[in-house]
């Protein structure tokens, strides 16, 4: 069983950016997968980036090229880099491990105004 939780949302203008963090409860080698989802008000939960404990990384097509996401396993934290960012971004930002089944975090808002 782990815990997550995200910080650093927040409001930023278009072409801005913002680093989100997720920290694990417990050691994240020991988590093969941990990625970023997000939720726009009134559309499905959507994929944003995964990575492995390798550092194999995979991107939607909306976020690549301005959205880097990278794990710390020494501070058993994951994050997301995101720049050129835009209004369409606007959503609750969802941190999620893979550890058996799904976990995940409570999310944080981010809004890009316009």
């Known amino acids: 069983q782990v815990q997550l939780e995200e910080s650093g949302g927040g409001l930023v203008q278009a072409g801005g950016s913002l680093r989100l963090s997720c920290a694990a409860s417990?050691?994240?080698?020991?988590?093969?997968?941990m990625g970023w989802y997000r939720q726009a008000p009134g559309k499905q939960r959507e994929m944003v980036a995964h990575?492995?404990?390798?550092?194999?990384?995979n991107y939607s097509e909306t976020v690549k090229g301005r959205f880097t996401i990278s794990r710390d396993n020494a501070k058993n934290t994951m994050y997301l880099e995101m720049s050129s960012l835009k209004p369409e971004d606007t959503a609750v930002y969802f941190c999620?491990?893979?550890?058996?089944?799904?976990?995940w975090g409570q999310g944080t808002q981010v809004t890009v105004s316009s």
């Open positions: 990575i492995t404990s390798r550092g194999t990384t």
């Open positions: 417990l050691s994240i080698l020991s988590i093969n997968v």
């Open positions: 999620t491990a893979w550890l058996s089944k799904f976990y």
